[in-house]
């Protein structure tokens, strides 16, 4: 069971970033989907997720309105189109999936092995 995540660079504040996260040796289709990220010297925190049909979403604050979380079932994959990019958003970004939607990274089975996203000032 693999989680691949991708898309992740330097981009300059206020730029705009796709992230992609594809599954393999599983169907998730049935799983909720979710970003964490994890800042330079800081703890992995909660970014957003989506739950197992795509109809309900759920954002961090700190990326409400910026961030959009999506999922193609079909395709075993979700994405995070970020826009209006912040400094504070430089970390390496991890996708995750799990039955159940939490902000906790501590409840999540899945994992993919993160890409990092750096956003000059």
């Known amino acids: 069971v693999q989680l691949q995540a991708s898309g992740g660079g330097l981009v300059q504040a206020g730029g705009s970033l796709r992230l992609s996260c594809e599954a393999s040796g599983r169907t998730f289709s049935n799983y909720a989907m979710g970003w964490f990220r994890q800042p330079p010297g800081k703890e992995r925190e909660f970014v957003a997720a989506i739950n197992w049909s795509g109809g309900s979403t759920f954002y961090a604050d700190s990326v409400k309105g910026r961030f959009t979380i999506s999922r193609d079932r079909a395709k075993n994959a979700q994405y995070l189109q970020m826009s209006s990019l912040k400094p504070e958003d430089t970390a390496v970004y991890y996708c995750?999936?799990?039955?159940?939607?939490?902000?906790?990274?501590?409840?999540?089975?899945?994992w993919g092995q993160g890409t990092l996203v750096t956003v000059s000032s």
């Open positions: 995750a999936a799990d039955k159940v939607v939490t902000n906790s990274h501590r409840n999540w089975a899945y």
